[in-house]
């Protein structure tokens, strides 16, 4: 293959997002060797269908929430007589976002919502993300809180709750951490008393909640885990509660401001656009959701989703910053590129070229696995695939948001100095990004997730599942002849064994827990980058299958044999760090 | 060893810097094998004499450069009715610095200063930069433009301005980059005017100018690169001149103010205190430095200082994050730790310990590698190390520039959901970093200068001369019979064998140099990387050597044993990145 990619191009202004629509219809219609929308629909809706969807949040996420990511990060949330003021723009962007139906299109049909499959809401998340990560996270966390309401809600607050939640003109809110209890959720203080009449009095201070006070729509319901009189200590304790900012009058429209008060924003290094607030709760008006002192569990409804929600934010903030990187590399000219003509920008220079190319090739693996985790989700309940998709939510959720930290600092490399001057934009989502490996549990705890109790409690069987289906494609790989197939099938073989070792040194890790923890985040970055190969052995398959091989394919076909030589090589050291156990 | 390094310390309050005056003590006393001080200055100095002044800079920067960093990140410099303003406390601090004598401290005798050898002023360079990265850059400008008039300027120039700079009554400043020549000085469109009088008027647009003006000295003294009237095209064609920000009068004094504007500053992702000036000339007034048309090869004595002196920068700006997480770390507590009593702090955590170790074992290798490559600089001339100092210089730029990026992300998320609020601290050093591997020579115009001069050219010889030094300390960690210093021998080893391996591939790309440039950043991290190993087996001979294990030795062991076992292994995968070639 001629070195093709660096050719000038016909490219976006910088600040322009292109929604990657056709990415998208390859992956649902032919990446995975079916059409995966109607396979999880059975045959109700189609790729194609899904199609029409897609590119109807494409042209919105880029002519409504696109425009507003500058000033939303300049300007940012702000506090104003106790009340969060959103960037100017942002409340009628909301409005229209409800009302084209992008909230509900998300939504399970038993919880009024349109019931897109997973690998298509996948695709609309990256959407919103990518274009206006900040503005995102609110829409967002309305999912978490339908969801959660849906599954443990009393038909009461159901009724009152959903209908308002899935049209968008409400939103919902998530509120677990206090300054004492971040990632340890048990030792939660807030207290919630018995009212006798079904409800509760909520009191206590929650911090780190994200949009938990704003101006885009008419309430705000928060979901609040809090610690019940005579509850037992720690995470057994904790019950999950409703608290409306607005209680609902007779009519079940907002009406008297329960005693919620946002006390503080906080000054973020990135994501300016989403307010980060500090919520104080006295003897709040709050409903239980689910059992008492099943908080936890209805929380881990919410949790889930969010995380696999982040990852996609990951990836959408990597694409973001790629394509910048990529149009400005395409118009800037700076010396002269070895081997090429006069006049070629400095996407032809050999390691500006490289960037581009490393960056592409790990979105376009995380995008196919984002696909196949929502995919695996759908078919979850059917056809047993749910220890699959248990599995991957760690692994989604830590690979995307890392590598959303590397590729937009390959971002703003490929600027050179301009990366660092604010006003080119780079910048930016280079901050924004910074939170996503933390939020929604750190690396570290999905990495502990996934070593603990999907790896080890199961003594490694399903993560075999997973390099038994990684297998399958190779021999079809080698088959086709091809040279890229062929690479990659011998590497990505000597990848699969690799981890096979490590799989198997860190079930002999048994009698010292320790040794397995201190390396769950290289295991958890082995498998990731090891998935990363599954993908472009998938694609490469389907590509092959094409009678002619259109300029897509060629990029599909790079992305392949780049990620395999620089990407997936890693796998051989990490193997050799997690076989070390902990050091020392 | 046990698992103690978790366990509760005193620890310093997290915003105070504790310069690391005892490792500098062990590194240029013993690490070594010798005391470098007295080899470097034939027994004038010894590394005691040298650690009074250590411990005096490191006194001066905690207490009087370290309190500003935030005010000079927060305020930053602005510019003010056509001059720029430091933050309240700068002109204060930097006269001090300047009447303590630390800018003469690294100056050479030759040009009026102290002559400290390299291996200290190296030290004292981290300390500047891990305190205040964006103050410390005033002074390391100063530096950059002494070396280029001590070396080129004619006996006036050096006479009227030598001893202003050295005192450091006077700043310097370096002026490259143009909006159209960035990376590529050929393009540089700036030009110079013969006044017949001796001086020249400079005219033209210089951008990036780093403390390009400012309130904190009495003049600035600005070496400018422009083209002259009838100059050939390209690099030939350029010529150095002193441009003074006041022309001197009769008595030498600063009289009338020159013709350079400050026309902008920029608004910076980091380093908010440095100022980032556009000046523009108009008719300024200069004077030529060297030879007209030589003004690169002057420009490069002040760029290879300069990116020895970023290299220290990045190691700065790494050692002040990693110190802020440490302390977080010690003091926060937040769930059981496993396997170890309530009241553990986070620090214990099994992921936690692994960041912070982690960090800190490439700190120390990155340190000591800065002093050898101080050390390697003083012995340049006497004892022909003058191919290994110059192999050096891109490997300790991009080395510790790209891992200043990664340990402050590293000090970000062992922060947790605080490492993302600004008031934290830790998210300024992660901001301030990224600028690092961009200037003063993007990682890859490094990597290029590494593998096209300093690696092809004398057909791998310079470098087969590195790997031959390290294996000379191999033989004599296996020989310890510790089993620490054992497996780093085997794992060095390997290492070395790999970088071989990927030498000979980039040394086979003869006839596709597309090829080698391709992999240059992998092969200079995988250099870097050995390089790493190579400062850890050295650190683990002289503490091996004690009769006594120190707790700064066990420490030691312990970064060694987890730097072969996380970050040695990474050379197996760039060697298998680097033989691919360019891909596509």
């Known amino acids: 293959m001629a070195i093709a990619n660096f050719a000038p191009q016909t490219v976006?202004?910088?600040?322009?997002y292109v929604p990657p629509v056709a990415e998208y219809a390859f992956l649902l219609k032919e990446a995975f060797g079916t059409d995966v929308v109607a396979?999880?629909?059975?045959?109700?809706?189609?790729?194609?269908?899904?199609?029409?969807?897609?590119?109807?949040?494409?042209?919105?996420?880029?002519?409504?929430?696109?425009?507003?990511?500058r000033v939303g990060d300049q300007v940012g949330a702000q506090l104003v007589d106790g009340g969060v003021r959103t960037p100017d723009g942002f409340k009628e962007a909301y409005k229209a976002f409800a009302?084209?139906?992008?909230?509900?299109?998300?939504?399970?049909?038993?919880?009024?919502?349109?019931?897109?499959?997973?690998?298509?809401?996948?695709?609309?998340?990256?959407?919103?993300?990518?274009?206006?990560?900040?503005?995102?996270?609110?829409?967002?966390?309305?999912?978490?809180?339908?969801?959660?309401?849906?599954?443990?809600?009393?038909?009461?607050?159901?009724?009152?709750y959903l209908p308002k939640l899935v049209s968008g003109e409400w939103t919902g809110t998530m509120n677990l951490t206090e300054p004492q209890a971040g990632s340890d959720l048990g030792a939660v203080r807030t207290m919630a008393r018995d009212n006798g009449d079904g409800s509760?009095?909520?009191?206590?201070?929650?911090?780190?909640?994200?949009?938990?006070?704003?101006?885009?729509?008419?309430?705000?319901?928060?979901?609040?885990?809090?610690?019940?009189?005579?509850?037992?200590?720690?995470?057994?304790?904790?019950?999950?509660?409703?608290?409306?900012?607005?209680?609902?009058?007779?009519?079940?429209?907002?009406g008297e401001r329960n005693s919620v008060v946002t006390v503080g924003l906080e000054h973020k290094l990135g994501i300016h656009a989403s307010p980060t607030c500090v919520l104080q709760f006295e003897d709040a008006t709050g409903y239980l959701v689910g059992e008492l002192h099943q908080g936890l569990i209805g929380m881990f409804v919410m949790m889930n989703e969010a995380r696999v929600g982040i990852g996609v934010q990951g990836l959408g903030v990597a694409d973001r910053a790629y394509q910048r990187a990529f149009a400005y590399a395409h118009t800037r000219l700076q010396g002269s590129v070895l081997g090429l003509p006069e006049g070629t920008p400095i996407a032809g220079h050999p390691d500006v070229r490289?960037?581009?190319?490393?960056?592409?090739?790990?979105?376009?693996?995380?995008?196919?696995?984002?696909?196949?985790?929502?995919?695996?989700?759908?078919?979850?309940?059917?056809?047993?695939?749910?220890?699959?998709?248990?599995?991957?939510?760690?692994?989604?959720?830590?690979?995307?948001?890392?590598q959303a930290v590397h590729v937009s600092s390959?971002?703003?490399?490929?600027?050179?100095?301009?990366?660092?001057?604010?006003?080119?934009?780079?910048?930016?989502?280079?901050?924004?990004?910074?939170?996503?490996?933390?939020?929604?549990?750190?690396?570290?705890?999905?990495?502990?997730?996934?070593?603990?109790?999907?790896?080890?409690?199961?003594?490694?069987e399903t993560v075999s599942q997973v390099f038994a289906l990684?297998?399958?494609?190779?021999?079809?790989?080698?088959?086709t002849g091809n040279d890229v197939a062929k690479r990659l099938a011998e590497r990505t073989e000597r990848a699969v064994a690799a981890a096979e070792r490590?799989?198997?040194?860190?079930?002999?890790?048994?009698?010292?827990?320790?040794?397995?923890?201190?390396?769950?985040?290289?295991?958890?970055?082995?498998?990731?980058t090891l998935v990363g190969g599954w993908m472009h052995a998938t694609i490469v398959n389907a590509v092959l299958a094409h009678t002619e091989v259109s300029a897509d394919d060629e990029r599909r076909l790079l992305e392949a044999d780049f990620y395999s030589a620089h990407h997936l090589a890693r796998v051989h050291a990490l193997a050799e760090t997690v076989a070390a156990g902990e050091i020392g």
């Open 12 to 16: 976006a202004d910088a600040g322009t």
């Open 99 to 160: 009302e084209a139906g992008w909230v509900s299109a998300s939504v399970s049909e038993e919880a009024g919502g349109d019931g897109l499959p997973g690998s298509v809401t996948a695709a609309l998340s990256e959407f919103w993300n990518a274009s206006n990560a900040a503005f995102a996270l609110c829409p967002g966390l309305s999912h978490g809180a339908i969801s959660a309401l849906q599954k443990n809600g009393s038909a009461e607050l159901r009724s009152s």
């Open 502 to 528: 490590a799989t198997q040194a860190l079930l002999g890790f048994g009698a010292s827990p320790r040794d397995a923890f201190a390396v769950s985040v290289p295991f958890q970055e082995l498998l990731a």
């Open 410 to 460: 390959d971002a703003v490399q490929v600027h050179g100095g301009m990366g660092f001057i604010e006003e080119t934009g780079a910048a930016q989502h280079f901050r924004d990004s910074r939170i996503l490996p933390i939020y929604e549990g750190t690396t570290a705890i999905q990495s502990n997730d996934l070593v603990g109790r999907k790896v080890l409690r199961d003594k490694g």
């Open 39 to 69: 396979r999880a629909t059975g045959g109700a809706l189609s790729a194609d269908d899904a199609g029409d969807a897609l590119e109807a949040a494409g042209e919105f996420a880029a002519e409504v929430f696109a425009p507003l990511d």
């Open 200 to 254: 509760w009095a909520v009191s206590g201070q929650k911090i780190f909640i994200t949009w938990g006070d704003h101006d885009v729509a008419d309430n705000i319901v928060h979901l609040v885990l809090a610690r019940t009189e005579g509850a037992p200590e720690g995470h057994r304790g904790l019950s999950l509660f409703l608290v409306p900012k607005f209680k609902l009058d007779a009519n079940g429209a907002p």
């Open 354 to 402: 490289r960037l581009l190319v490393s960056m592409s090739s790990r979105i376009s693996a995380m995008r196919a696995f984002s696909v196949l985790v929502g995919d695996v989700h759908d078919r979850a309940e059917s056809d047993g695939t749910g220890a699959l998709a248990e599995l991957f939510v760690p692994i989604l959720k830590s690979w995307l948001t890392e």
């Open 470 to 479: 990684i297998r399958e494609h190779l021999a079809a790989l080698t088959a």
